[in-house]
C-alpha cells in the first residue's frame, strides 16, 4: 500500500481575488509564497489557510469559552484539510503603549522582576513591588514618570506687562480666567503696573505667596459681594492646581497648556528610572534592577548565567532562552528597556520573530509575513538560518517573500499571479526553484544588478555637523542635493537617527514617507484615501442639483438597509460568524435613488467600479486626472477607484501612501525603505517614479536596504559597521560603483551580487 503524503489540501479557494485555486502544500518544508503586490498570496495564506485553521481551533473550546475569543468566519473554499496550528507573524508594526521596551514584549521582564524579589539584597517583598504601577515601587517624588515638571517662571510671566495686559501668559491665571480677574480686583496687587515695576515684597508675594508663618487675604467680588479668599502665590497656585492633578479631568487647560509654561527634567529622587529609591537598592550581583535592564543583551546573559542560588537558577534559565533569541537574530546591541516605539523596522521585526521562536512545539505551521522587510542582506542570512531550524523542527514553513534570497532557499515555491488584483488570483508555478520559468519572479532571479556608472553631477549640499543623537557618535556629513542618495547599513546603525531625527528637524520642510501604516477601514477607498472622492461628489452635485452628501455611503445616500456597508451580519448566538452580501443595494452600499442619477453615462456605483487606467481617460477635471496619475505612476493602475483599503496587501499599501504624498510638490522627499512589500519588477516602476523626481529638480533620499535601489543611486552613505554601540558611524560615502572597491558589509553584500547574479 502507498504511502499517503501529508500535505495541506485546499481546493476551490475563492477568497477576493483567488480564481478557484486548488493547492496541495507539502508539509515539513520551507513554502515562499512570491509573485506581484496584489496577485493574491495574502489571500491564500493569511485570509484561507491561516483564517480556517484558527477557525477549527476554536471549535475544540466550550461554546461560552469561544464567544470570548476572537471569530472567525469559514473562508470562501470549497474543501480545506489537513491544516496544522498556525503561529502567524505579520507585518504589521508592534503595537502598544508608549512605555513598551524590549523587556516587556518578550516577556522577559516578569522574570527579571521575580528574580530581584527572590534573591536580590535587602531583600523587598513581592516581584510586583519593582513596577512603577505598584504604589510601594513607584517613586513618590515624580509619581512614577521619571520626570518632574515644575513651573518655569521666564515661560510663564511677561515682566514688560501688566496684569491686565495679560504679564501671566498660562491662561487660568490670566485676565480670562476668574483668578486672573481676582488678582486685578483684590487689593493685593496694582492691576496697570508691569511686574518689572513692583517692589521685591510685592513681587515675592505676587510668585510665591506669603512668607512663612503669614497669611494673606483678598476678597473675591461674588454676586452675594465680596467674599475673602486666601492668596497662596502664583507658582503654589499652579503647581497644586495644575502639576499635582489630573489634567485630563479639567476642561478648561490641557497636558500642553501646562508643559508650554513648565520645564521637565530627570527626576533626582529615582534618577529617571521611575522607581522607588528603596527598590534601586536591591540588588544582584552589584546591579539593581535599571542597571540590569540598562545591559546589552549578551552583558545579561552574562549577569543571568552567573547566577547559582537554585532558585534563582531556575528562573534565570527561563530568561535566558528568551534573551538568547534575541541575541540570535542578531539583536544582541539591544536593552531591555529599549523602548519599542524607537525600533528600526527591521529591528521591530527581528523583536516579533524572536517572540514566537520559543516554543518546543513541533508539527506547527509557521506563516511569515515578508520576514525580510527591513533586514539588511546580512541579516536576511540569519533569517534563513532560523527559518531552516524551524523545519528541522518539524515544522511548515510558510513564507510570503519577494527577497530573492529567501526564495532562493525554498523547498517549494507557489507563485501567484500573473498580474495584481482582478488580473491575479491563479498559481503561475508551483515547484522547485530549478523549474521557475518565464514569470515575474523567474525574470527577477535572473535580473542583473546594474550600478550606476553615470550618477548625475552634485552642485550642492544638505549639511549634518556634529550630532550626537541616540547612537550617533559626534558624526557630521554631506547629503547631496538634486540628486537621488541612498542611506544604508545594518539595522541599528543609526539610519534613522540621522535621517528621520536630525535631518528632519534641521530641514523641516522635508517631505517624509514613513513605514506607518495609512488607518485602514472598510469604509475608506482608494478615492477617499487620496482625497478624490470629495471631488466625485461635487461633480454629481453640480450636474443633478442634489446635496454632495446623498453620493457617500457614509451619509445620506447609504443603502438604509446596510446602512451603507455593502453587507448583512446577522447575529447567528454561538455559531460562526456569516458575512451576507446586501440584497436591498446588492452590495453596492447606496440606496436606489442615488443609483438613479448619472454623470457622463455613469450613475456612482459604475464610476468607482473604474480602474485607475480607465479613470485616467474618464475623468476631464485636471485636480482629479493629477492625482490618478499619480497611482498609476507607482503601478497601481490595475486597482478600481472604490477598492476598500482594508482589502489592499502590504505592498499596494506603501504604494498608496508614497502617492498620497506625490501630490505635494515637495523639493526633498526623505523616503523609508520604499521597497518594502514590493516585488522586483514593481521596484523598477517604483524606481522610475524616483529618478523622474529627481529629474524634475527634488532631492529624493531612500533609506534602503535593497541592493537594485542602492545600485541605481548617484550617492550612497553608509553607517555602521555595526548596531547599537557598535554603529552610529558614517563608514562610507561615495557611488555605488565606489562600493566595489569597498570592505563595508553592504559592499560585500553588492560585490556578491555583480559577481553572482541570480542563476
Partial sequence: MSEIKDEIILRGLKENNLKNVDLNIPKEKIIVFTGLSGSGKSSVVFDTLATESRRQMTLNYPLYVRN?????????ADLMQNLSPVVVVEQRPIGGNPRSTVGTYMDINPLIRLLFSRIGKPSIGSATDFLIQNSFGRCPECGGFGEVVTPDLNKMIDYEKSLRDYAVKFKPLSPSGWQGRWMMTGGLFDPDKPIKDYSEEKLYLLLYGPREGERVYAPFHTKHGPQNHEWDGLLPRFTRLYINRDISKLKEVSQDDVLAVSTEFLCPTCQGSGLNPKVLECRINGLNIVEYDGLELPEILEELNNIKEPMGESIAQQAILHVKQLVDMGLGYLSLSRKIGTLSGGEAQRVKIARHLGSSLNNITYIFDEPSAGLHPEEVDMLIQMLRRLKDQHNTVIVIEHNLSVIKVADEIIEMGPGAGVNGGEVVYQGKLE????????????????????????????????????????????IPKNVLVSI?????????????????ELYPETIMVGQGGIGISNRSTLATYMGIMDDIRAIFSKETGQPAGLFSFNSAGACPICKGKGVLT???????????????????RYSDEVLSYQYQEKNVIE??????????????????????????????GYLTLGQTT???????????????????EGQIYLLDEPSLGLHTEDNEKLLDVFQNL?????????????????AASDWVIELGPGGGKQGGQIILVGTPEKMLNAETLTAKWLKDRVRKHFT
Avoid at 542583473?448 to 559626534?474: D, E, H, M, Q, W
Avoid at 545594518?490 to 528621520?500: D, E, I, Q
Fill in 488 to 504: 544604508c547599513g545594518v539595522s541599528g546603525s543609526g539610519k534613522s537617527s540621522l535621517m528621520l531625527e536630525v535631518f528632519t
Fill in 435 to 478: 523549474g521557475l520559468d518565464n514569470s515575474p519572479t523567474a525574470t527577477a532571479l535572473n535580473h542583473k544588478l546594474k550600478i550606476n556608472k553615470n550618477p548625475r553631477a552634485i552642485k550642492s549640499y544638505f549639511t549634518i555637523n556634529r550630532v550626537s543623537n541616540n547612537n550617533l557618535k559626534n558624526i557630521s556629513v554631506n
Fill in 646 to 664: 482594508s482589502s489592499l496587501s502590504g505592498g499596494e499599501i506603501q504604494r498608496l501612501k508614497l502617492a498620497s504624498h506625490l501630490q505635494k
Fill in 68 to 76: 470570548q475569543m476572537p471569530r472567525y468566519e469559514r473562508p470562501q
Fill in 607 to 636: 464610476i468607482l467600479d473604474l480602474t485607475i487606467d480607465e479613470a485616467i481617460k474618464y475623468f476631464k477635471m485636471p485636480k482629479i486626472i493629477k492625482r490618478v496619475h499619480t497611482l498609476k505612476d507607482v503601478g497601481l
Fill in 694 to 710: 529627481v529629474n524634475r529638480g527634488n532631492s529624493v533620499i531612500i533609506i534602503e536596504h535593497n541592493l537594485n535601489f542602492i
Fill in 570 to 588: 446577522p447575529d447567528v448566538a454561538f455559531a460562526d460568524p456569516v458575512t451576507i452580501p446586501c440584497e436591498a443595494c446588492g452590495g453596492t
